[in-house]
């Protein structure tokens, strides 16, 4: 079945640790989407992808760092987390324009809460 | 730049009503807008996806309208249920972005 995995779910972990959350999808799209959202907050763009070795930064400045070395993975890594990265992180794909140049329609996986210690 | 904003933040209805949740956007040059559904915790479920040149789209309790020339787009939710209950985001694609824009989001709860 056509989906988008996050894992882990949740990852508690102490500050200075380096982590990477992981975001696979199975639905054959061109597109990749890192956001973080704060608990009743509203979502920030941090990181997007159109393809492979394609990455750029969103809206929202992180020290987080992206790699899209294949279509359907698209992995975050914090070198060194820290207590104000405490956040929850949602990936996101979605499929090249159908002849509508910039159509944008995305699909969520179920989120990575991290929180640092 | 692009602005979506959704209000009420917060709607409390009775099991049964129909309803409706309000978006607007500031840029009326969109390719499409689409309506989300988070419950608590998790990630976004897509519910509907409007196209610019498209005025509906409806997926059985679920209408939800486009009215570029007033920035604004409605989602109608008939005879709702307690497992309605959600926060429902709406979000705008611009001409000339490759970035969805995002409300913050009508939390909706549906009182038995």
């Known amino acids: 079945e056509a989906d988008i995995y996050q894992t882990p779910r949740y990852l508690v972990i102490g500050t200075g640790k380096k982590i990477t959350l992981e975001c696979s999808q199975t639905?054959?799209?061109?597109?990749m989407y890192w956001y973080q959202q704060d608990p009743g907050m509203e979502l920030h763009l941090i990181h997007y992808?159109?393809?492979?070795?394609?990455?750029e930064k969103g809206d929202l400045s992180s020290e987080s760092t992206v790699s899209r070395i294949r279509t359907e993975h698209f992995p975050l890594t914090l070198e060194s987390a820290r207590p104000s990265h405490t956040s929850q992180y949602l990936c996101a794909s979605g499929p090249q324009g159908r002849g509508l140049g910039n159509y944008n329609e995305q699909f969520f996986g179920p989120g990575t809460r991290l929180t640092v210690l | 730049k692009q602005e979506v904003t959704q209000i009420p933040a917060a709607l409390s209805v009775p099991e049964g009503e129909n309803l409706v949740l309000n978006c607007s956007f500031t840029d009326s040059a969109i390719y499409n807008l689409q309506w989300f559904r988070q419950d608590p915790g998790k990630g976004l479920t897509s519910l509907l996806l409007i196209q610019s040149s498209q005025r509906e789209q409806t997926s059985g309790r679920l209408n939800a309208s486009l009215d570029k020339s007033s920035g604004r787009s409605t989602l109608y939710i008939a005879a709702s249920q307690p497992g309605d209950s959600a926060t429902y985001l709406c979000a705008a694609n611009s001409q000339g972005a490759q970035k969805l824009v995002f409300g913050q989001g009508t939390r909706l709860t549906i009182n038995p």
């Open positions: 992808s159109y393809g492979v070795n394609s990455t």
């Open positions: 639905m054959g799209h061109d597109k």
